[in-house]
């Protein structure tokens, strides 16, 4: 499976089957969150976390056996960094047909930042179980995504735009599909993409009234998903240099993908 089918069919896994990973896969994982680089240069370390050693448990999980945490040092632009490394592994591990999702509210943190040994440095704004996923669903799991219409996305127009913020983009981009799918907390999409020329601009959206999370903007975190997205399917130059495009007061600039 490519990268661009991998990032069409990954869904969020609530429900597994109850097997334990293999020694093989949980291998595999743990060889390649090791490799795992992102274009900010920080470090993001993964630890794996037995469920019944640690008492770790989510409401909203089922059948699971193993957790993966990760942990990012307090730095600029640690949010960005997260989300990008730890959806490479999330999509790692589902070429290897093992299922994961994003957990960072439904689950006793204290806990999971204990087990995975957090330092005052660091902050561990996200986890996810790792699991050979059910053929049915539970029932918290078809309620849970149903209610944040995990099947959907908003339409193109209202995330793309072509040089400024006033002028949707009006041709379908197949590159930009693989932004718009990607995972977002509560399925609220952040992510706002300026393109010019040959340059995606990404933006964060904040909604009204929002603030951030446990000393971290999680919708940070969402925006460098997306742009570990476009960057996985193309060989686009990164960096982060202020385009100067007008913004509302809730639009907040992240970071550039130059794409010849």
């Known amino acids: 499976m490519d990268m661009t089918e991998l990032i069409r069919t990954r869904k969020s896994i609530r429900t597994f089957d109850g097997r334990p990973l293999s020694k093989e896969d949980k291998k595999a994982l743990s060889d390649y969150a090791k490799t795992i680089t992102n274009p900010y240069g920080i470090p993001v370390s993964f630890v794996f976390l ?30 960005e960094a997260f989300g990008y490394s730890f959806e490479k592994f999330v999509l790692h591990a589902w070429s290897l047909g093992i299922g994961t999702t994003w957990i960072g509210g439904t689950m006793k943190r204290e806990l999971f930042e204990k087990a995975a040994k957090t330092g005052e440095d660091e902050i561990m704004p996200i986890v996810s179980p790792l699991g050979y996923p059910a053929e049915e669903k539970a029932e918290v799991d078809v309620k849970l ?23 949707p983009l009006k041709e379908k981009s197949d590159l930009l599909e693989m932004v718009r799918w990607a995972p977002t907390a509560a399925n609220m999409q952040p992510c706002r ?11 964060e959206k904040h909604p009204d009234g929002y603030q951030k999370g446990a000393g971290w903007d999680v919708q940070k975190i969402d925006v460098g998903i997306a742009i570990c997205h476009l960057m996985s399917v193309t060989n ?4 982060i240099a202020e385009p100067g495009i007008g913004t509302e007061k809730n639009m907040e600039y992240i970071a550039s993908v130059t794409v010849e």
């Not at 448990?57 to 993966?68: A, K, R, T």
């Not at 993409?193 to 933006?203: C, I, P, S, T």
């Not at 686009?236 to 960096?239: E, H, R, T, V």
């Open 236 to 239: 686009g130059k990164f960096s």
């Open 145 to 167: 995504r149903n209610s944040v219409h995990g099947d959907e996305r908003l339409p193109a127009s209202e995330l793309f735009f072509e040089g400024d913020f006033l002028s």
């Open 50 to 79: 037995d469920a019944e050693e640690h008492g770790l448990s989510s409401p909203v999980i089922n059948g699971e056996h193993l957790y993966v945490a990760g942990k990012v040092p307090k730095v600029q632009h640690c949010e």
């Open 193 to 203: 993409v300026v393109k010019a020329g040959k340059a995606y601009h990404f933006y």
